[in-house]
Structure formats: structure tokens, C-alpha cells
């Protein structure tokens, strides 16, 4: 966007120096030279807002274009978040599965081993 701004100031000032020139060293009349100045300027002033009106297209289709492929990485990263917590989720409740089963076990060999005394409490 800094290479569009310098290419317009550049272009600006080519045309006033030119103008400026053009006057200093016009064979024509002074209404001849007037018109011719008047055209030069609309002419000018036709070529800036094709060049705005191109920078403004180019950086709304840039700005979509961004706009879509963060949505993509967002997208893609929260589904990757997502499948990792179901793994973890998973690995939790296999593992609270095991230390049930070991609990359920120390349970039962403490009940048979301590003769008529109540069981101790498990810890989960």
C-alpha cells in the first residue's frame, strides 16, 4: 500500500511540474493553453481514479481472500482442538476405568483377608 501511495504522489507531482513547464514554455495563446491545461488535468485526474479505483479493488479482493483463509486455519485448528480434548476425554475415562477395576480388586482382597473388621474406605 506504501508503493501505491508513493506511486501517486509521484504521479501528482510529474503532472504539476509538467504543467508548470507547459506554461513557461507555451508557443500557444492563453486560451489555447488554458483548454490544453484543462484536458491535461482531466486526463490526470481520469488516470488517478482508475489507479484508486484498481488499488481500492485489489485490496477489498486481497482483504476477502484474507478473510477466508482465516476462517480456514481458525476452522482447521478447532477441529484439531476438538479431536485432541475426545483423545484426552478418552484416555481419562480409560484410565478411571482401570483404577475402578483396581480399586474393585483391592477391595476384594481386603474384605477377604480382614477377618469380620469393615472394609476400608476406597479411594477413587
Same mark, same amino acid.
Given at each position: 500500500?506504501?508503493?501505491?501511495?508513493?506511486?501517486?504522489?509521484?504521479?501528482?507531482?510529474?503532472?504539476?511540474?509538467?504543467?508548470?513547464?507547459?506554461?513557461?514554455?507555451?508557443?500557444?495563446?492563453?486560451?489555447? %493553453? =488554458?483548454?490544453?491545461?484543462?484536458?491535461?488535468? +482531466?486526463?490526470?485526474?481520469?488516470?488517478?481514479?482508475? =489507479?484508486?479505483?484498481?488499488?481500492?479493488?485489489?485490496?477489498?479482493? !486481497?482483504?476477502?481472500?484474507? !478473510?477466508?483463509?482465516?476462517?480456514?486455519?481458525?476452522?482447521?485448528?478447532?477441529?484439531?482442538?476438538?479431536?485432541?480434548?475426545?483423545?484426552?476425554?478418552?484416555?481419562?475415562?480409560?484410565?478411571?476405568?482401570?483404577?475402578? !477395576?483396581?480399586?474393585?480388586?483391592? +477391595?476384594?482382597? !481386603? %474384605?477377604?483377608?480382614?477377618?469380620?473388621?469393615?472394609?476400608?474406605?476406597?479411594?477413587?
Amino acid at each position: 500500500m506504501a508503493n501505491t501511495g508513493n506511486t501517486l504522489l509521484a504521479l501528482v507531482t510529474g503532472a504539476a511540474i509538467g504543467a508548470g513547464i507547459g506554461l513557461l514554455y507555451a508557443p500557444d495563446s492563453g486560451e489555447k %493553453t =488554458r483548454k490544453k491545461l484543462r484536458k491535461d488535468a +482531466q486526463e490526470a485526474q481520469g488516470r488517478l481514479n482508475k =489507479r484508486y479505483n484498481e488499488t481500492s479493488s485489489n485490496l477489498s479482493e !486481497k482483504a476477502k481472500k484474507a !478473510k477466508v483463509d482465516f476462517e480456514e486455519r481458525l476452522e482447521e485448528t478447532l477441529s484439531s482442538a476438538s479431536h485432541k480434548a475426545d483423545d484426552i476425554l478418552t484416555a481419562m475415562e480409560n484410565k478411571l476405568e482401570e483404577f475402578r !477395576k483396581q480399586n474393585a480388586k483391592l +477391595q476384594k482382597d !481386603k %474384605t477377604g483377608k480382614s477377618s469380620g473388621k469393615s472394609p476400608d474406605k476406597a479411594v477413587v
